[in-house]
């Protein structure tokens, strides 16, 4: 009798437990409100990305010493950044396609577009062209650049029209995120767009950022690194320069896509740096600013998110008032490549919050707007390069690394004044000439030229066929140079032999079927240092 009243006793917790997590928290928030926020949040990236603008990668694994010179009719400037423009391209996908529409059609979009395009976007829009779609347009296994921060600086519109929906953001995160980005790139912007959703009703930075840890999987690289500026902070409360350091000592070379060099576009460290710029700015407009783009990296992209997260927190119209001044300057431009102005998108993007409100059983009494709080679970969990770590590098003209069948030349390109020619690339266009290099180690990239004159290659991988790659890329006018052509990780340890094989074949827009070969870059499997280092004050 006791175990059977004992089971009754648990049945009724566990039934009073669900019916409390399934029971949300009301919000609630008038329509003026919900508009100045947004209005914040859009202003906040115009201000933050025109602040950083002239020291973007300037300041590579070191800080920002140096004088900081803005004034806000330098907001003018925002009509013309990527920052903004490339989310923007999306909201113009839901206007013409719908909310509801699938992935590949902003993939087109995107792709379509007639903007220049760098890093996870430029690799979606040629995985676009050449018949990969989302989600394996971002995935690593077709993207190289899968956890740059493509994704993290063009999800802000997400977060901005759901306030208080996180599960909203994960799910469109899923599919945006997937278009160009996989994993740590995904996260950040879940990450960003979460901050955004809980600035709405909170004003304490600490609970924002918890808020966001909260929206991706705890076992991620990037909550780990928030998780460590969070620490960093506590132990040098007062010396961001200090938590900088170390900070770097752990993480500064996690950049996959930038192995072998300072350049990093890493989503996660430039996404710690958004955070070590929120907290020891604590909620300072200038301050938080000035210390975001001092971290240095992709020290535009950094700012505009930290100041975004400020600007929705405080609203438009408790902003400083030359900062409002300047972005009401340039209100009705319209940012390149859009058709959107700063009032339009936040016209726009209150109105689909309203929409998404309402979907979440919102209600809309008078001018006030209530709707509840929805429980979420985090992301699921994705790695996209699992211990792997940059071993070497190899230069086409160490010729001695390579071997060279057919007939293979040098390409040379001209110095900006013509006055000089450098050896670039070696490339050939003939059927059958092959190229050939052996390396020890557990990945591979290899590296060349997208360009309007690129032919196509089989890769042989120990012998057998892996896949073939079509090196053509003139879209919206732009080519690439000393991009990855083929890549792959997760090999048994050991040598390990590449082979390419010219085809003599070509893409119908392309004007040749020349084959641009200029390094290749070895990869090897073992903990990361950020795996195994501990900071000075846990030794």
Known sequence: MKKINLLVLIIIGTMCFIEVQSQSKILSISKQNLKDKIAGGWAGKMIGV???????FRYQQKINN??????????????????IYVQLTFMMAMDKYGMDAPAVKYQEMLAKAGYHLWCANM????????????????????????????FQIEADYIGFMNPGMIQNIINESDKIGHIMNYGDGVY??????????AAFFEKDINKIIETGLSSIPAESDYSRIVRDVIK????????????????????GDVDISGAGSPF????????AFIVMGLLYGEGDDYKTLEITTRCGADSDCNPSNAMAVIGVIKGFAKLPVEMRKGVQAVGDSVFINTTY???????????YALKLILQNGGKINGNTISWPMQVYKPATFENSFPKVVFDGKASIFEKEKWKFKGNWNMFKVKSWDGEKETEQSMFSNTKGDELEFEFNGTGISLMGNWVKDGGQADIYLDGKFHRSIDTYYNYSQQEHRNVSLWHVFQLNPGKHTLKLVVKGDKNIESLNTNVYITKAIIY?????????????FEK
């Open 50 to 56: 025109t602040y950083g603008a002239p020291t973007e």
């Open 264 to 271: 990093n576009i890493d989503a996660k460290l430039n996404g």
């Open 232 to 251: 960093l902070h506590r132990y040098y409360p007062n010396d961001w320069k200090a938590a900088w350091k170390e900070l770097d000592a752990k993480w």
């Open 123 to 150: 690799q979606a829009r040629k995985n676009y062209f050449d018949g990969i779609y989302p989600p394996m347009s971002g995935n690593p296994e077709y993207n190289f650049r899968a956890d740059d921060i493509d």
């Open 188 to 197: 950040g912007g879940i990450f960003l767009s979460a901050l955004y959703s």
């Open 66 to 83: 140096d004088s900081i010179k803005w004034t806000p009719a330098d907001i003018k400037g925002s009509v013309w950044q990527d920052d």
């Open 524 to 536: 090897k499997s073992e903990p990361k240092k950020s795996d195994v280092y501990k900071f000075s």
């Open 341 to 351: 102005s700063f009032n339009t998108a936040v016209e726009s993007t209150y109105n």
